[in-house]
């Protein structure tokens, strides 16, 4: 993805066309599963592939009236604190997606910045209530590693970057023992961790950042010891998608 320019301010009476559903409609955040799934923008990875393997732009115009609606009308610290984490990675992971198609074209600058602004002050936030320990904050320092190497030109993306990398090399080297063994925590959350580690190692190589060898070492570690852990999860409990009570 090309980088968005440096973000600034979206007029507020240019925000009206952005509106096509409300985000924070009660109904809906009444069923916790069913709100956390749609403020945390999972679909819109659905939408980039479905952009990229059909080129049909109802896909693309989806994702910018879905992404920049939010944007442009809720502000920065809505949801919960792992939402936020989660919703910056999905807006910017599906980005770089709908960008590498060749049916792409360029958002109006408008949407763009929009957006670019909304990711930058969410992250501002984040930054601000990373959790202190386990696959949590792991999560939410992936975030701000994403942030910072997506949206260079962006106020603070340098600080960002400075601070999230060297923290998750610590974070590696604190909660996951010599033996590859993460402190208090289960199967299913340490596979979570080091799927967001993961991530953030493969960014540093494209991105051509320092990494410790002692990171290397106990990321290792970690992997060889995930293939003989069993990962045990809650079954999910179905929420059917639309309700009569959920309408209106």
């Known amino acids: 993805m090309a980088s968005p320019p440096q973000p600034h301010g979206c007029p507020r009476h240019l925000r009206r066309p952005f509106h096509p559903c409300r985000h924070h409609h009660e109904p809906q955040r009444a069923v916790s599963d069913w709100w956390t799934e749609w403020i945390e923008f999972p679909y819109t990875l659905d ?5 990229h393997k059909t080129g049909d732009p109802r896909y693309l115009n989806k994702w ?10 809720l502000e920065p610290e809505y949801g919960p604190i792992d939402a936020i984490a989660r919703r910056v990675q999905n807006w910017l992971y599906s980005w770089v997606a709908l960008a590498d198609s060749m049916a792409f074209v360029p958002l109006e600058p408008i949407i763009r910045d929009t957006i670019a602004e909304s990711i930058s002050r969410q992250a501002k936030h984040l930054l601000g209530h990373v959790a202190r320990s386990g696959y ?18 962006a106020p603070g993306s340098d600080g960002l970057r400075e601070y999230a990398w060297p923290e998750l090399q610590r974070t590696v080297l604190t909660d996951f023992d010599s033996n590859g063994r993460q402190r208090d925590q289960t199967g299913h959350q ?7 580690l993961l991530a953030a190692r493969e960014n540093a190589r494209r991105f051509g950042l320092p990494v410790d060898p002692a990171f290397e070492h106990r990321l290792k570690a970690a992997l060889d010891f995930s293939l003989h852990v069993p990962i045990q999860r809650t079954p999910a409990v179905p929420v059917p998608l639309y309700a009569a009570e959920w309408q209106s």
Do not use: N, Y
């Open 64 to 73: 910018k009236r879905l992404v920049g609606s939010w944007a442009a009308d």
């Open 47 to 51: 939408l980039a592939f479905a952009f």
């Open 190 to 196: 340490s596979a979570i961790a080091l799927r967001s």
């Open 136 to 153: 949590r904050r792991t999560s939410h320092l992936s975030a701000l590693l994403v942030v910072s190497l997506a949206l260079p030109d």
